[in-house]
C-alpha cells in the first residue's frame, strides 16, 4: 500500500499494515450474538413519530434529502419545513439512519453496552437525580467503516487502488453527554416534552426507580460538524445501572502476544466492545452491514487529511483509544 509524498521526485512512501485476529472471536460471537430471527420479530417495537404533530406512524413518509424525519402527512411536512430545513443535509443512503438505528436499537448487546456507556459518560452514578428530576441527552455519533481493517486504512491513507465498492459496518465513535458538550442551548420544546411522556409512560409501566433520558443517533458527514440525526426515548433499566456499578473490566486477549489484557469499564470501553461485536458479524446477522457510500469514505479520507472538522476529530480519537488501530494514527 502506497501514498504519495507530495515530492514528485521523492519515492513514494510505503505503508505495511499487518491486521491479526485472535482465533476465539468467532466463537466469542456466536456465544453472545442475537439471531437474525430475534432481530426481524422484534422490528415491530420500533416505532416512529409524525415529527411535526407527534402522531405514531403505521406507513412512513420521509424527507426525501435527509431521510431522518417522517411526516403523517404533506400538511405536516410543509408546517414543519422552516424548522426542519437549516438541519436538512443530503444523505446517500436510501434508508437515512432509520434502518441503522433500528437494528442497533433493538439488539440486547448493541443497545445494553451502548446504555452502560451513556451512564458512564452522562453521569448518571454520579446524581441520581439525573433522569428523574433532570433529563439527560447524550449523543451517539454513527459511521460506516469497511468491514476490512485493510480498506480502512487504504482510505484514511487514501490510496487510490482501493475498490469503488466496499462492504461497510456500523460503528459507534463517540457519546458526548449534552451537559458538556457543544450543545449548550437547553433542550428543545419539543425534546423536554419528549422526554416526559417517556419519564411518565414508564412511571406509569411500574419503573419509576429507573432514569430516562434521550439518545440522539447522529450520522457523520466529512465536511460539517452535524450530520443528520434521529432523537428517541432512553429507559435505563437497573440492571444496566447495576452492572456500571460494579466495574469490572473488560478482559481480553491479544492476537499478536497472547497476554491477558484487561480493559477497566468506561463509556469508550463500552464503545470499543460493540465496535468489536458488530466487526466480528461476517454473515451480517445483526442486520448492522450496508454498502458504504461517497459520504462514507470521504469521512474516513478527512481523517487521514487531519481536517478539523468534528467529525474527522471523532474518529482520530477513536483511532486514539481502540486497540485494533493502535499505533496507527
Known sequence: MSTDSGDSSAAPKVVHVVHVTNPERDNHFRATAVSSEFLKANQKYFCVQCTQCQTRLEKLLKCAKCKSVWYCSKECQK????KHKPTCHEDERSSGLLKLVQMSSINPVVIGYL????????????????????PFLARVEIAIEPSDVLDFAGLYLNDKAVGEKLQGMVQFNAITPWKSSSMQ???????????REARARCNAEGFAKDPVGLVEFVGCRPAYDTGNSMTTELHIPAIALAFARKREPFVGVSAVTGALIKQPISAAACLEFVNLHIRADKQNQLHLRTEMTEQD???????????????????????RREHLYANFV
Do not use: Q
Open 79 to 82: 408546517k414543519n419545513w422552516s
Open 115 to 134: 446504555k452502560v456507556g451513556i451512564i458512564f459518560a452522562c453521569g448518571l452514578l454520579d446524581n441520581p437525580r439525573i433522569g428523574f428530576d433532570t
Open 297 to 319: 469514505k470521504e469521512s474516513i479520507r478527512a481523517a487521514g487529511r487531519d481536517e478539523d472538522a468534528l467529525p474527522a476529530r471523532i474518529l482520530k480519537e477513536k483511532m
Open 185 to 195: 442551548a437547553p433542550l428543545t420544546p419539543k425534546r423536554l416534552n419528549l422526554w
